[in-house]
């Protein structure tokens, strides 16, 4: 039982915990998260075309982490940015894209060896650069900036943090026979206890829920929603968090994460099933249009880049510049997709899949 808010946690016990975690509860949610799972790796390693789900699922996923911490982005802005379909941006956008950029090199950084100490320190420095570093100085909590009330002081000092994060690198290749889902959960609030960086440290934390189940062998592509559940449920994802530190109350953490998992997982499913057959339609649709059209690679287009310029077909290979206007062109006339002037150039948006991902609700 710990209850010294101002005070740092400079004992922070290593993982495993000394509390059994894995009860009967989190055993049966584990099975239902880990089934959930299973069909969302089977469905992406079935398909045919990625791109829609790498160039969009991490975008969310981006938004969703930031503005857990307060940084708010429109879905309509981060898809004209994310796409380059308008160039510059706040630092709002910036800090968002750093999100993305932090998750997909996550992914190659996994080819150099296993998730450790030296992954924290880089994914730290992309999110939030000349802060993410390990803090030397004292003064880091967490809680109200303003009135300066503290819910939780982490560790103090470079040594401290750098032996508790090694503690943690431990635990994520010690075989210590926890199911991966739940080694994440624990892993996920070790990390966040240890709060290594002035700034950043909930995003770095959330690029690598994603990770370690990538390293597990449960995702082979950063496809998760994981943050779009955790939005929904930013004061309970808190309060669970605190609870473990107050009262090693790991059920009741373990239990949202795997919630969280099983309900993001299947999201992703019904996304997945959703843009499959709007494609389809779109493929027939622009068939119709006009035989002289490439059907499937503007489709495939469409479905990569929501919104879309003419630059992107031409470096496609599809076609010259005019040519890449015309059709386009056709595609507004027929309907099939929409037209906006941002800045000096024209951009053209997919509204079917644009809304299919607005308007499908976030994960319960």
């Not at 950084?109 to 420095?125: C, I, Q």
């Not at 496809?223 to 779009?228: A, H, P, Q």
């Not at 998992?261 to 999201?267: C, L």
């Not at 599809?318 to 015309?326: C, G, H, I, M």
Request: proline fraction near 5%.
């Amino acid at each position: 039982m710990r209850n010294q808010p101002n005070e740092p946690y400079q004992d922070l016990p290593p993982l495993s915990p000394t509390a059994e975690v894995e009860t009967y509860a989190v055993l049966k949610a584990n099975i239902d998260a880990s089934r959930a799972l299973a069909r969302l790796a089977g469905a992406c390693r079935r398909l045919a075309d990625r791109d829609m789900l790498l160039n969009v699922i991490p975008l969310m996923e981006a938004q969703a982490s930031s503005e857990i911490e307060n940084i708010f982005l429109t879905q309509e802005e981060l898809f004209q940015r994310g796409n380059h379909a308008l160039p510059g941006g706040s630092s709002s956008v910036r800090e968002v894209l750093r999100y993305r950029d932090a998750l997909l090199s996550g992914v190659q950084f996994l080819k150099r060896g296993p998730l450790g100490m030296e992954t924290v320190l880089d994914l730290g420095n992309i999110i939030a650069p000349e802060k993410g570093r390990v803090h030397t100085f004292p003064g880091t909590f967490i809680g109200n900036p303003v009135t300066k009330e503290r819910v939780y002081t982490p560790p103090q000092g470079e040594e401290v943090l750098l032996k508790h994060l090694s503690a943690w690198e431990n635990f994520l290749h010690d075989d210590h026979g926890i199911d991966p889902l739940i080694a994440m959960a624990l892993a996920h609030y070790q990390f966040e206890a240890i709060h290594p960086f002035s700034d950043g440290n909930g995003r770095t934390g959330r690029v690598l829920n994603i990770l370690l189940l990538i390293e597990a062998g449960l995702l082979e592509l950063p496809v998760l929603y994981l943050s779009g559940y955790i939005v929904r449920h930013k004061d309970t994802y808190y309060e669970r968090l605190n609870a473990v530190t107050r009262e090693e109350a790991w059920e009741s953490w373990i239990l949202f994460m795997l919630g969280g998992i099983r309900s993001t997982a299947q999201w992703t499913l019904e996304l997945m099933e959703t843009s499959e057959e709007l494609r389809a339609e779109m493929e027939e649709s622009i068939r119709e249009v006009g035989n002289h059209l490439p059907a499937a690679e503007l489709t495939r287009l469409l479905f990569s880049q929501p919104y879309l310029r003419i630059e992107n077909v031409v470096e496609a290979g599809l076609a010259k510049r005019q040519t890449a206007s015309v059709w386009l062109g056709k595609l507004v006339e027929a309907k099939l997709i929409g037209v906006e002037k941002l800045g000096r150039q024209k951009v053209f948006i997919n509204h079917r899949l644009v809304d299919a991902l607005f308007h499908t609700p976030l994960p319960e």
